[in-house]
């Protein structure tokens, strides 16, 4: 009894089995008949040979600005040392005039007043700096800004032999589809 129950089950698997080969053979039949009517009445398509991008660069014109110390060097105001070479001419001549006498003194005063002109200025020369301010100064200057960007795409397809362009905005890939040689928008790749 066991043994009928097995072949039993053994055929029915069997059976199963053939009808749905059967079954995928039928549908398989009807997709290529579906498809080899498609492809006659389908759309076309064209191969594309290249895609070139069109850009278009903008130039803005905008302003850079930074700020810059600046330093200022002004002269002393007494640039020849006229106070200290008075100043030294009469000290040096006073303590000349205190050495010697007669036609000596006179000679000690203007030796001494040439002396204490010369160590005046001279001392004064030591003592003066140039006077350095710093100020910070606003610098700016124009520069173009530029931008580069893709409006297009110069799209060389060959289609029945002929090659045309057309520009599209976006690139197809590796083919275009085409109505009566008229170039329609795809997504194809």
């Known amino acids: 009894m066991k043994r009928l129950m097995v072949n039993v089950l053994h055929v029915c698997v069997a059976a199963a089995l053939a009808a749905s080969v059967s079954a995928c053979n039928r549908d398989a039949s009807a997709d290529a008949g579906v498809a080899a009517g498609a492809a006659a009445n389908g759309p076309k398509y ?7 991008p069109v850009r278009k660069t903008t130039n803005t014109p905008k302003q850079v600005c930074h700020d810059e110390v600046v330093n200022t060097t002004t002269p002393p105001k ?11 001419a009469v000290v040096g001549g006073v303590l000349g005039h205190q050495v010697g006498g007669g036609k000596g003194k ?21 003592r003066q700096h140039a006077n350095t301010t710093s100020s910070v ?4 200057t124009t520069v173009n800004d530029s931008t580069t960007k893709i409006v297009g795409y110069d799209v060389r397809y060959e289609y029945n ?27 194809a790749r």
């Open 161 to 187: 032999g002929v090659t045309r362009t057309v520009r599209m905005d976006h690139d197809p890939g590796d083919r275009v589809q085409v109505q009566e040689g008229v170039t329609a928008v795809s997504d």
């Open 46 to 52: 064209a191969k594309v040979v290249s895609v070139d």
């Open 78 to 88: 007494d640039q020849h040392q006229i106070a200290g070479t008075a100043i030294g």
């Open 106 to 126: 006179t000679l000690a005063t203007v030796a001494g007043a040439l002396g204490g002109g010369y160590a005046g200025k001279k001392i004064e020369e030591s």
């Open 137 to 140: 100064q606003r610098r700016c």
